[in-house]
């Protein structure tokens, strides 16, 4: 028996060694700007030029280009903690990918965009059919440009139309016309909305990335860490949310946490499982429940036996 625990502690060690270093060899040197692809399904090009998923980590859109869905939807980073998500037969041109002026246009079909942090300089707006919409605060938005309209699910969007501006908060949906009646309308957030299921979907598949990804960067590089940002993340195969100090929720409810909370230890909130491995005042493994693609039962330890490559 003595035997068996010795292998299996040396088996851990050197599993554990090897996810260390394969995180800071793929991680090093890596930046994602806005307009980076994180995710992609079915049909999607940029420019004409068709992308996969194998792609994701060196495609980006950027100023000019267009990103383009047939029968499949895309994820593209806007600034750290805003994801831009669109639909089945949509298109989005990147029309300034400035850190202080993010903007996008969304051609046809329809996007959402999931703020999770956004900045007092952050200058975010997205345009739908020649009308500008700026994201001011924290929230879900979604935007059609064959209906032209723009919906708030959680948030705070102002919309300029000639020299009127018009406030939308949550739980209203404005017509973007040019017309003299700029009301912004009650709307059901819980009617049923593949766009937004799938959306919600994606946002916990980040969140997992995102406690993944803490947990490593101060394992296995902790020079690495320069605050708030995007890290890649090789078993997650994208580009993971990391916000600068403690934790946050995600309009959608799911935890992202910062390698600094990790050290200081927690014991677990709504919305994703508890890491792996935490630190209060040396290296010492806290035991947490499993969660997909990521780790589970202390250092060393992969859920299922390996990673399930699922986003």
Known sequence: MANIWRSAV????????????????????????PGAVNYVEGTVSVDGRTITNQSVGSINVDEGQTLE???????????????????????????????????????????????????????LTVVDNGITTQLEK???????????????YDGKAV?????????????????????????????????????YAWSKLRSSYMAEANTSSAQMIYAANPWWWYGTGWYWNPWFASWAF??????????????????????SGFHGYPGVGRPGFGYRGGFRATPAPAFRSGFAGGMGAFHGGGFSGRR
């Not at 040396?10 to 994602?32: D, M, W």
């Not at 593209?76 to 400035?98: K, N, Q």
């Not at 924290?138 to 708030?152: C, E, L, Q």
């Not at 501006?165 to 593949?194: C, H, I, M, W």
């Open 138 to 152: 924290k929230g879900i938005y979604r935007f059609d440009a064959d209906t032209p309209s723009v919906a708030v």
């Open 242 to 263: 990391v916000p600068g100090g403690g934790f946050l929720y995600s309009p959608f409810g799911f935890g992202f946490y910062s390698p600094v909370y990790v050290v």
């Open 69 to 123: 869905t047939a029968d499949g939807k895309a994820e593209m980073l806007l600034t750290p903690g805003i994801f831009l998500r669109l639909d089945d037969h949509s298109a989005v041109r990147m029309a300034s990918s400035a850190l202080i002026n993010t903007s996008v246009q969304l051609q046809r079909g329809k996007a959402m965009v999931e703020v999770d942090q956004i900045a007092p300089e952050n200058h």
């Open 10 to 33: 040396r088996l851990a060690i050197v599993g554990t060694t090897a996810v260390l270093a394969a995180f800071a060899q793929y991680g090093q040197n890596r930046v994602a700007q």
């Open 159 to 195: 919309v300029r139309v000639d020299d009127r501006t018009v406030d939308v908060d949550k739980g209203k949906q404005l017509a973007l016309t040019a017309s003299s009646n700029l009301k912004p309308q009650k709307f059901d957030r819980n009617a049923s909305n593949e766009l």
